[in-house]
């Protein structure tokens, strides 16, 4: 007995240790793709590949789910509520929000703009921003912005947090703007122009120059609001009768911060039947398409940077 436990052991010293097991360099790869991946599913094809191989028992306990997988990291809630009430609007009208901003009651500055979805969150011109932006609270409330480009656009509510100096998105929302007129200038943009530029400069560039405009139909004025200015200073009892004023733009928008709706003033001929019957027709945020003259020079008012003279309603 002892003879033969002697030889044994003899047997095993001169066999030296077992080999060590080889991994091609087909498997570290399809191991380490699998690794990365940490899936239940992708443990089980390396098993289906390589039954015997080097990491056989390691993607056993994995892919039967005995390895806790890393959870994704919670995203983080909004800090506002932004919610358009349609989900797609036209380019005329603005888009009407529910917002509740009460998470933000320590921020300042908090501002509502509509912008291309695609379009970097950084603020890059805070003049142009505050300009083409609206302000709210911080507190729940409801209220009509301007739209922005035409296509798949993005709510983003603004505001400054405490204790720093540059915007930040605290909401955000998606809305669909569909596209309007081709070829016509957007109201809302023709009276910003106005604002941004002053009288004379505004003048310069658009004297003697017709223009197709689009916008939403506000109102028809009575005489009794007209004003001489918009007729060169020439009392109302002698302007023709065959003339109406009529306002267009985007209903129910806050002022800007020049104060002005972007209401402009069409003054529009209506000598003949068809164009009564058509201005008769109209209703409130029904869009429409004009041309005519733009001028600043006699605008009654901020809120109604733009006159366009010599107008025509267009089909």
């Not at 080999?19 to 089980?44: C, I, K």
């Not at 358009?84 to 009407?96: C, D, E, I, Y």
């Not at 060169?232 to 104060?259: C, F, H, K, T």
Request: proline share 10%.
């Amino acid at each position: 007995m002892i003879r033969r436990a002697l030889i044994m052991l003899l047997g095993v010293a001169l066999a030296g240790p077992a080999p060590a097991q080889t991994t091609g360099p087909e498997e570290l790869a399809f191991w380490d793709a699998v690794s990365q991946g940490n899936r239940p599913e992708e443990y089980q094809a390396y098993l289906d590949t390589y039954p015997n191989g080097r990491f056989a028992s390691l993607a056993r306990i994995r892919a039967h789910g005995s390895v806790v997988l890393p959870q994704p990291a919670p995203t983080r809630s909004a800090d506002a509520v932004v919610r358009p009430t349609q989900a797609s609007v036209r380019l005329v009208n603005g888009v009407t929000l529910d917002l509740d901003a009460t998470k933000l009651r320590t921020s300042s500055n908090l501002r509502v703009v509509v912008v291309a979805a695609d379009s970097p969150d950084a603020v890059a011109d805070p003049q142009r921003f505050v300009e083409d932006s609206t302000p709210v609270h911080a507190a729940r409330q409801r209220l009509t912005v301007p739209a922005g480009p035409p296509g798949r656009d993005e709510v983003r509510l603004y505001h400054i947090p405490p204790f720093a100096d540059s915007y930040v998105v605290g909401g955000r929302a998606p809305v669909v703007v569909q596209p309007g007129f081709a070829g016509a200038t957007l109201g809302r943009d023709l009276a910003r122009e106005a604002v941004r530029l002053g009288p004379l400069r505004f003048e310069a560039t658009h004297r003697d120059r017709p223009m197709l405009v689009q916008a939403a139909f506000l109102r028809v004025r009575p005489r009794t609001d007209w004003n001489v200015e918009w007729f060169g200073g020439r009392p109302v009892d002698e302007v023709p009768r065959q003339v109406a004023v009529l306002s267009i733009g985007q209903p129910g928008v806050v002022p800007d911060i020049s104060g002005s709706l972007g209401e402009i003033v069409c003054l529009l001929s209506v000598g003949n039947q068809g164009a009564l019957d058509r201005l008769a027709g109209l209703q409130l945020g029904d869009p429409v398409l004009v041309s005519g003259v733009p001028t600043s020079w006699s605008n009654a008012s901020p809120s109604d940077p733009v006159l366009l003279d010599r107008c025509v309603l267009r089909s």
